[in-house]
């Protein structure tokens, strides 16, 4: 709690203690009759008026310096209003001589306005908490090393090709590659990943990390304004200003509602004290009305509930740039999903040898051919055979077949089916889905090797769940169709698209857009590097593992940090509990209001009623809001099979 916060709660604690007091006193034995005279009225007056100074002199000057500004119609200057009306009434009713009635209630509705508000601050808090520790992600200082003199500072005063020095427990605070030492980083703040990651020279470092063990030294690669912790926090600043339909009708709502129930409860003070004469009995419904009339539960709640949805999905990594991209994904009932690194790793490797008896010999036969090679396939074998390797053969690239590997009489032929065709060597083809390697040494066929990208272990969880969700799941690939088939049926998708280029995928999410309903929304999931315009073009883009993407954090609308696929179905939670908890607060303040507003009016309920209808339906409906911000699984162990035949393309 801060200190501002702290000298509220006991500002709140002193005036209610004393208006209990007062208030006991007065019901026991009547503080208007202890003067004599048409003054019996003061002595209650003053004693309320310090408890009403305490507790609302901060609403009179926000009042008053709205009115100032132009904006007059709010939640302050109802309650000055109401409150002013009700003081003005128990004079004039003290001072006729009639029983005083207004002074308690005054005193109770600004009380309770504050606790109201204090609720509030204490909800818009604890989801800020979930938010605050990307916003500690930002550098205070950068340690800049010139001519081996180490000097401090200011991250935006860093230039690319500079090089900075990160001692353990400082935050990296620039994008960069490691010269020199290796260390272990905490990206929890980024990613909400707990396991520290290991780096080397050569490594990728991005700005947000902690340094944990030792110290590196980091030469840059992006200035401030352009790095990751930049493009994340100016992300997380402005995720307010991207509102949901449901905040921009509350904020429509609020406009035109409060001055239409002002000129009501004018009319209502007016209109039947001219037919009736009875002036003190309509002023006080029309205070009443005026005080339960306040939207403050809507106005403040409705905005705090996705406040609180943004802020539990920051928990887990999940960034959401607006809520209504949170409301947006509560009706998402279309996911489709790139295959390369969001579906799979994006990590190639030996799945299977044949024969498996020569297995040694073709692992080394091929690891010799492909140990120039940076492509995937090469490093996969490579990675596979764990020994060192004969470095004096002379390497050549056949293209789009493979490599021949030559020292004196022996050759080595590594590659595809066309390789061993082009070469007239007789193989045996092997039959099963992936990338097949063919091995041959001096025109002898030896074996193959099977290469496949590794599934997620979160996949098939993840998309059953959304299965089960009555969502439909599609994969676009540039894959062949045996290889893209084999892994929807695997992980249950309920369709696919094979064999495309990345401007195809383009136009599959143009097809499905125009062929879906109006109310349905298409999720787009990709890793948000070479996926940019399909993030952009669908109706929600959702990028992962984005830390140091440039191009995920532009495109996308919202950001998984972490490289898992749970965090669609945690952020799909969240929108669907943010959106039943709004459209709660919504029914029940309307309902709750209008009835109290009837009663008021009719004379049935007093100010304390009103006082309910107001204040005690915005703590609830605030207790309501933060009800979102609690701890979520990250998923549900369902599996639901979907047999091959479901399985379409679209």
């Not at 470092?205 to 352009?226: A, H, M, P, W």
């Not at 004096?392 to 490599?403: F, K, M, S």
């Not at 125009?514 to 890793?527: A, I, M, P, R």
Request: glycine share 6%; charged share 20%.
């Amino acid at each position: 709690m801060s200190k501002k916060e702290k000298k509220n709660f006991i500002r709140i604690l002193i005036a209610l203690s004393m208006f209990s007091i007062i208030l006991i006193i007065d019901k026991t034995i009547n503080l208007g009759t202890l003067v004599s005279g048409q003054f019996g009225w003061l002595l209650p007056f003053v004693l309320y008026l310090v408890v009403y100074i305490i507790i609302g002199y901060d609403v009179l000057l926000r009042a008053f310096r709205n009115i100032l500004h132009g904006q007059i119609f709010d939640e302050n200057f109802l309650m000055c209003i109401a409150t002013l009306g009700a003081f003005s009434l128990a004079i004039y009713l003290g001072s006729t001589g009639k029983a005083i009635e207004g002074f308690d209630e005054a005193c109770a509705v600004l009380l309770f306005y504050q606790v109201g508000e204090f609720f509030q601050n204490y909800a818009t808090r604890k989801s800020r908490k979930s938010i605050s520790a990307l916003m500690d992600i930002r550098p205070d200082y950068a340690n800049l090393k010139k001519d081996q003199i180490i000097e401090k500072v200011d991250p935006t005063c860093v230039k690319v090709k500079d090089i900075i020095v990160i001692n353990p427990g400082e935050k990296i605070p620039l994008d960069g590659v490691i010269l020199k030492g290796s260390s272990t980083l905490d990206t929890k703040a980024l990613t909400g990943e707990s396991l520290p990651r290991d780096v080397h020279v050569n490594d990728d470092v991005i700005s947000g990390c902690v340094n944990l063990t030792s110290q590196i030294e980091v030469e840059v690669r992006k200035e401030f304004y352009d790095s990751t912790v930049s493009k994340i926090l100016d992300l997380v600043e402005n995720a307010s200003s991207q509102k949901s339909k449901a905040e921009n009708f509350i904020t429509k709502f609020a406009k035109y509602y409060t001055p239409i129930v002002v000129c009501i409860a004018l009319a209502l003070a007016i209109l039947p004290s001219v037919i009736t004469k009875e002036w003190s009995v309509w002023v006080y419904r029309a205070l009443s009305f005026l005080v339960v009339s306040c939207p403050c539960a809507l106005v403040i709640s409705i905005p705090l509930s996705f406040f609180a949805g943004i802020g539990a999905s920051s928990r887990y990594g999940i960034l959401i740039k607006g809520s209504n991209y949170l409301e947006k994904l509560n009706q998402a009932n279309i996911f489709v999903f790139d295959k390369t690194g969001t579906l799979t790793k994006g990590n190639f490797v030996v799945t299977k040898i044949t024969p498996i008896e020569r297995k040694e010999e073709i692992l080394s036969l091929a690891a010799i051919a492909e140990q120039n090679s940076n492509h995937p396939i090469a490093k996969s074998i490579i990675n596979a055979y764990h020994q060192d390797l004969e470095n004096d053969y002379i390497l050549t690239n056949i293209a789009g077949q493979g490599i021949m590997a030559k020292k004196g009489n022996q050759v080595i032929f590594c590659g595809n089916e066309k390789l061993m065709i082009e070469k007239g060597i007789d193989f045996t083809k092997e039959k099963a889905l992936g990338t097949i390697i063919y091995v041959a040494k001096n025109d002898e066929f030896i074996g193959s090797i099977l290469i496949e990208d590794e599934i997620k272990e979160e996949t098939k969880d993840v998309i059953s769940e959304l299965n089960k969700m009555n969502c439909k799941t599609i994969m676009l690939t540039g894959d062949n169709d045996e290889i893209a088939q084999k892994v929807a049926t695997e992980v249950g998708l309920t369709g696919y698209k094979a064999s495309l280029l990345p401007q195809n995928k383009v136009e599959e999410v143009e097809e499905l857009l125009n062929s879906k309903k109006d109310k349905e929304v298409l999720c787009f999931v990709g890793d948000g590097i070479n996926d940019a315009p399909v993030l952009m073009r669908s109706d929600i883009g959702i990028a992962m593992g984005a830390v140091g993407s440039d191009a995920a954090i532009e495109a996308s609308d919202i950001v998984l940090m972490k490289d898992d696929l749970r965090g669609i179905s945690v952020a799909k939670t969240i929108a669907k509990k943010t959106m039943i908890i709004v459209f709660q607060n919504i029914i029940f303040s309307i309902i709750i209001k209008v009835l109290i507003l009837v009663l008021s009016a009719l004379g049935i309920t007093n100010m304390w009623f009103a006082v309910f209808g107001d204040v005690g339906v915005s703590i609830l409906a605030i207790l309501n809001a933060m009800r979102v911000n609690t701890k979520y699984k990250l998923y549900k162990n369902i599996k639901v099979a979907i047999p091959p035949s479901h399985l379409s393309l679209f």
